[in-house]
C-alpha cells in the first residue's frame, strides 16, 4: 500500500509525525522562516548537533534528532534561491524532496509533513514549487515502502488551495 499525500494549513513544528522536514540554509545554524521555528521549537540542543554536520549543499538534506518537537527527527534540506529559472533551479528543489524521502526511508519512517521548500524567503514562484513537490514525491514514493502518510504542511490558505488542486490532479 503506498502513502497517502495530503495538504494541511499548520504550524509544522505542532504536527505529531514521525519526521518533519526543515527548509533551512547552508550553514544549519538556524533563521527566519519555518527554519527559525522549527530551532525555537527543538531547543538548543538541535544547534549543537547541527554544528557537527559540516554544513549542507543545496539540494541536499541531513538529519539530526527532533528534540523538544513532537516529531522524532528533523531532516534539514537547502532549497534553490530563484534566480528567475535558468540556473537549474528547478532540478535543486526536486532533489530537496528526493534526498529527504530517501534519509526518512533509511530510518523506515510511516509519516512525514514537509514545508513549502524555497518559496518564502527564497522566492520561488508557488505554483511551480508546488508542482515540483508533488510530481517529484509521486515518483519517488516506492523508494519508501515504509511510508504511510505524508503532509504538505502550508503556513497560508494560499500555499494550501494550491496543493489540494494540484494533488487532485493526476501528473
Ligand atoms: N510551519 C510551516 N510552514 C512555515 C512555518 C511554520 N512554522 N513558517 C514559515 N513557513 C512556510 C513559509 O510560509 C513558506 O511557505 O515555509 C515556507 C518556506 O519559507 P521559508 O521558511 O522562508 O524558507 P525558504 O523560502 O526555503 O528560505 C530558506 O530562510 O529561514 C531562512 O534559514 C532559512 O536561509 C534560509 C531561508
Not at 505542532?14 to 545554524?29: C, E, K, P, R, Y
Not at 504511510?148 to 493526476?170: G, M, N, Q, T
Request: hydrophobic share 45%; charged share 20%.
Amino acid at each position: 500500500m503506498s502513502a497517502v499525500l495530503s495538504a494541511l494549513k499548520a504550524d509544522i513544528t505542532s504536527l505529531a509525525v514521525d519526521v518533519i522536514v526543515n527548509a533551512a540554509n547552508s550553514s544549519l545554524f538556524g533563521g527566519g522562516g519555518v527554519d527559525g521555528a522549527i530551532h525555537r521549537a527543538a531547543g538548543p540542543e538541535l544547534v549543537h548537533e547541527c554544528r557537527l554536520l559540516g554544513g549542507c549543499r543545496t539540494g541536499e538534506a541531513k538529519i539530526t534528532r527532533g528534540y523538544r518537537l513532537p516529531a522524532r527527527w528533523i531532516i534539514h534540506t537547502v532549497g534553490p534561491v530563484w534566480r528567475g529559472g535558468l540556473q537549474g533551479e528547478a532540478q535543486l528543489l526536486a532533489d530537496c524532496y528526493r534526498n529527504s524521502l530517501r534519509l526518512a526511508a533509511e530510518k523506515a519512517v510511516t509519516s512525514l509533513a514537509f514545508p513549502a521548500i524555497s518559496t518564502g524567503i527564497y522566492g520561488y514562484p508557488k505554483a511551480e514549487a508546488t508542482d515540483i513537490a508533488v510530481r517529484t514525491l509521486r515518483a519517488a514514493l516506492a523508494q519508501a515502502p515504509s511510508l504511510r502518510e505524508v503532509i504538505f504542511c502550508c503556513f497560508s490558505d494560499e500555499d494550501l488551495a494550491l496543493y489540494r488542486a494540484r494533488l487532485a490532479r493526476p501528473d
